[in-house]
């Protein structure tokens, strides 16, 4: 079968017509089928995320370090040991504006030593120069027991 010349042009041109408009139809959709307008209806605002609440800390927020700043140790044995404390606050959330105490015990002494500290307002008042006695060589350490606010 042998198709003639004039409806070759024919079918050519109308295979040409089809391809130009496919191409713009699919530039088209390309430009503009990604932009949307969205309806007020079905928007909300972002969130900020929520703010952790201040709250009293646990003992288990707390880190404190025994800092040794003097030793006298008696020729029989016995010694003396003159420390400060350095507490660290290890919580994720905000401290509370109101008063709370924090209740330790040094060890490594003789006996355990109790201590206890405020904060208020981020500040903690902290006793310094605190005597314990102890055997020579000991190693002072402290473990938070208990919050109290």
């Known amino acids: 079968m042998r198709i003639s010349t004039g409806l070759r042009r024919l079918l050519a041109a109308l295979a040409l017509i089809a391809i130009v408009v496919s191409g713009i139809g699919i530039a088209a959709v390309m430009v503009f089928g990604d932009v949307q307008?969205?309806?007020?209806?079905?928007?909300?605002?972002?969130?900020?995320?929520?703010?952790?609440?201040?709250?009293?800390?646990t003992a288990d927020e707390f880190v404190i370090k025994v800092v040794?700043?003097?030793?006298?140790?008696?020729?029989?044995?016995?010694?003396?040991?003159?420390?400060?404390?350095?507490?660290?606050?290890?919580?994720?959330?905000?401290?509370?504006?109101?008063?709370?105490?924090v209740f330790y015990e040094v060890v490594g002494g003789n006996e355990p030593q109790p201590g206890e500290f405020t904060v208020h307002n981020e500040q903690?008042?902290?006793?310094?120069?605190?005597?314990?006695?102890?055997?020579?060589?000991?190693?002072?350490?402290?473990?938070?027991v208990r919050v109290a606010g």
């Open 124 to 144: 903690a008042q902290i006793l310094s120069n605190v005597v314990v006695e102890g055997p020579p060589d000991a190693t002072l350490s402290a473990n938070v």
């Open 37 to 57: 307008v969205p309806s007020a209806q079905h928007t909300e605002a972002p969130r900020p995320p929520a703010l952790p609440q201040a709250r009293v800390p």
């Open 68 to 101: 040794v700043t003097d030793q006298a140790c008696e020729p029989g044995g016995g010694c003396r040991y003159t420390y400060n404390i350095e507490p660290r606050y290890l919580g994720l959330h905000p401290l509370p504006e109101t008063p709370f105490t």
